[in-house]
């Protein structure tokens, strides 16, 4: 694990077609990229793709990041081969697309990756982070799984569940202040951290970032805006504090 002494990396260089600096692996019956940290490490995180899928290469990035930053850091393919959403896809046809796609029907997969992790990393503390559909999959996770010791979900909570707020371990919620995709208010008050404050007995953190949209914590360097950088950078750093203090 990375010492006190060394700061966590926020991003790992310009990378124009970027590929990953892990290797995939096949798990069971999930493939899955796999990225190890230069020193044994008894600590892991998984991170869960978006919509995009776990060969999307802005995944693999922070899956790297994770890596750099002292963890095994394991994206498994949590849509079985089903074929992930494409820029060329038809927006109506998303909610057909996602019935078989299902954020909050991974538990058998986690199984499997927390098994590998355990049984042939070495892993003794696991935490997870996933983006959008990902995030969606941690919140869930948070309110199944009590063997991962912390939770980042980025732009994703579970809406149509009346017991979402009863997490088992601590969980870290980001969402950008322009996300077209969850409503501000939605996020901040009325609904998530007014639930969590009534039912949550874990520890547990909401923050929104000025000005960004959906996805904005996963580009890679040479995909920022100016103004949008520091909001990034600050975000994964945010990330990679919280995984510290509970990983």
Sequence with gaps: ???????????????????????????????????????????????????????????????????????????????????????????????????????????????????????????????VVGFSWGGMAVHHLMLKNPELKTGVSLYGIIRDSDDRYNLLNPTFFIFGEKDHTISYDQVSIILLEKKLKQYCQVEYRIKVYPGQVHGFAELKPEDMKPRDKPYIEEARKDMMNWLKTYV
């Excluded at 995944?59 to 992930?84: E, N, S, T, W």
């Design 1 to 127: 694990m990375t010492s006190d002494a060394q700061p966590f990396l926020y991003d790992i260089g310009k990378r124009t077609d970027y590929v990953g600096l892990g290797h995939e692996e096949q798990v069971e019956h999930i493939k899955a990229y796999v990225c190890k940290p230069s020193s044994v490490t008894d600590k892991a995180v998984i991170v869960i793709h978006d919509i995009y899928g776990w060969q999307f290469p802005d995944i693999r990035y922070i899956a790297d990041l994770v890596a750099a930053a002292g963890y095994v850091a394991i994206c498994p393919d949590f849509f079985l081969g089903k074929k992930p959403w494409t820029s060329a896809d038809h927006w109506a046809e998303f909610r057909d697309w996602l019935k078989d796609r299902d954020p909050t029907k991974v538990d058998r997969e986690a199984d499997v990756v927390l098994k590998y992790l355990k049984e042939q990393c070495s892993a003794k503390k696991i935490g």
